[in-house]
Each structure stands twice: as structure tokens, then as C-alpha cells.
T-cell receptor, first 115, second 116 residues
Framework: AAGVIQSPRHLIKEKRETATLKCYPIPRHDTVYWYQQGPGQDPQFLISFYEKMQSDKGSIPDRFSAQQFSDYHSELNMSSLELGDSALYFC??????????????FGPGTRLTVL | GNSVTQMEGPVTLSEEAFLTINCTYTATGYPSLFWYVQYPGEGLQLLLKATKADDKGSNKGFEATYRKETTSFHLEKGSVQVSDSAVYFCALTDAISNFGNEKLTFGTGTRLTIIP
């Protein structure tokens, strides 16, 4: 079965540079979530989109922005990168089902290293 | 707010031992509960889930029962294998309005190592 695809898998940037992370959800899934996992930490929710509209927002810095496109893929744009942004960034997708719990399926993650 | 408290790790067991990883939660709405597993260098994989009280989730020999009275969702396995070595995350979504699209709140993770 098709899974969530994230690209790139690894990214190395310098401080103050910008980065763009891409996420391709499982086909037919309409909701995308972004999480950040620091070294030895649990994943922290950043932002989510349902049908191309932002549905929830967590602890996402103002330097970061994201959107979901008409084909449901999503991009996380990160500017003015800081050393503390080094982390594993996960994308997850789900299919909205009213009255039921949407199970989130995770991609393999993008490991961002800021030097 | 919502929170998940997970058993501190790391946990080291011998192969074929019985496993319990404790997880308790705090939520304000209608939480659904999950266990995710993260193998070294990989992403998060859904292990099992339960969406209402007294539901039991099970997969690959792992089980967890949604206990509303004790706000717990402990993970158990009767006989662990070396291949079960990974980090296990307890998590919840809290659908205030019982709709989907809810973010996951994770526990801190428990690193499990199984020795032959």
C-alpha cells in the first residue's frame, strides 16, 4: 500500500538560510499534519490542513509557514533557520471521517540539520 | 490541556519476557488512544489504537485496553522478541466535538531493548 512520502529525507542548511520540506499524503487522504521531533524528544504538533485550509496550529514559529495544495500535498517553509530548528520533521496524513477517529499515518521524516 | 504520561525508560528485558509499558492520560473531550512505535532511524508506525472506553487494541502480539476509570492505556506483550526493540510512544487525540482532524499529543516515549 502507498505510504506518506516526504522529501528530502535529509537536509543540511546554514543558519539564517531557508528550507522547504514536502509531504505527499496517502492517496485519497485529505488531511495533513506536521510534527517536529527534537533529539530524544517526543513529536510536537506544528500545524495541520484539511481540504487545503489550515485546521489547527500548534507550537509553530512565526518563521515557519505551510500550505496544502490542490493535489493535497503540503509544504513546510522554514526561514531564518536557527540551530534549534535541527530536528526530525514528520508529516502524517489521514482521511476525515465524521464521527470517527482519523488514524494518522506517518511518513519517514525529513532530518534537518542546521549548521 | 491534554497530556500523556508514559513510563520512564529505558526498559531492558530478556527475550520471551513479559512486557508492560504504562501510559496514563489527561483529556477534556472524547480521547482516542494510540500506541506508535519508532524503530531506529525510521518514522512512526501505528501499532494499535482504541477509540472508546473498554476497547482493546491489538497487533503483532501487543495489546492495550482503554480504561476510562483509571485514565490508562498500558501496553502489554506476553513474550517479547529482539525485533521488538524500539521506542514506543503513547498518544491521544481529543476530539472535543467528536470530529476528526485532531492533532496527536504524545508521551515522552519509552525506549525498549530486548536482549537475546
Amino acid at each position: 500500500a502507498a505510504g506518506v512520502i516526504q522529501s528530502p529525507r535529509h537536509l543540511i542548511k546554514e543558519k539564517r538560510e531557508t528550507a522547504t520540506l514536502k509531504c505527499y499524503p496517502i492517496p485519497r487522504h485529505d488531511t495533513v499534519y506536521w510534527y517536529q521531533q527534537g533529539p530524544g524528544q517526543d513529536p510536537q504538533f506544528l500545524i495541520s490542513f484539511y481540504e487545503k485550509m489550515q485546521s489547527d496550529k500548534g507550537s509553530i514559529p512565526d518563521r515557519f509557514s505551510a500550505q496544502q495544495f490542490s493535489d493535497y500535498h503540503s509544504e513546510l517553509n522554514m526561514s531564518s533557520l536557527e540551530l534549534g530548528d535541527s530536528a526530525l520533521y514528520f508529516c502524517a496524513s489521514s482521511l476525515f471521517d465524521p464521527g470517527d477517529t482519523d488514524t494518522q499515518y506517518f511518513g519517514p521524516g525529513t532530518r534537518l540539520t542546521v549548521l | 490541556g491534554n497530556s500523556v504520561t508514559q513510563m520512564e525508560g529505558p526498559v531492558t528485558l530478556s527475550e520471551e519476557a513479559f512486557l508492560t509499558i504504562n501510559c496514563t492520560y489527561t483529556a477534556t473531550g472524547y480521547p482516542s488512544l494510540f500506541w506508535y512505535v519508532q524503530y531506529p532511524g525510521e518514522g512512526l508506525q501505528l501499532l494499535l489504537k482504541a477509540t472508546k472506553a473498554d476497547d482493546k487494541g491489538s497487533n503483532k502480539g501487543f495489546e492495550a485496553t482503554y480504561r476510562k476509570e483509571t485514565t490508562s492505556f498500558h501496553l502489554e506483550k506476553g513474550s517479547v522478541q529482539v525485533s521488538d526493540s524500539a521506542v514506543y510512544f503513547c498518544a491521544l487525540t481529543d476530539a472535543i466535538s467528536n470530529f476528526g482532524n485532531e492533532k496527536l499529543t504524545f508521551g515522552t516515549g519509552t525506549r525498549l531493548t530486548i536482549i537475546p
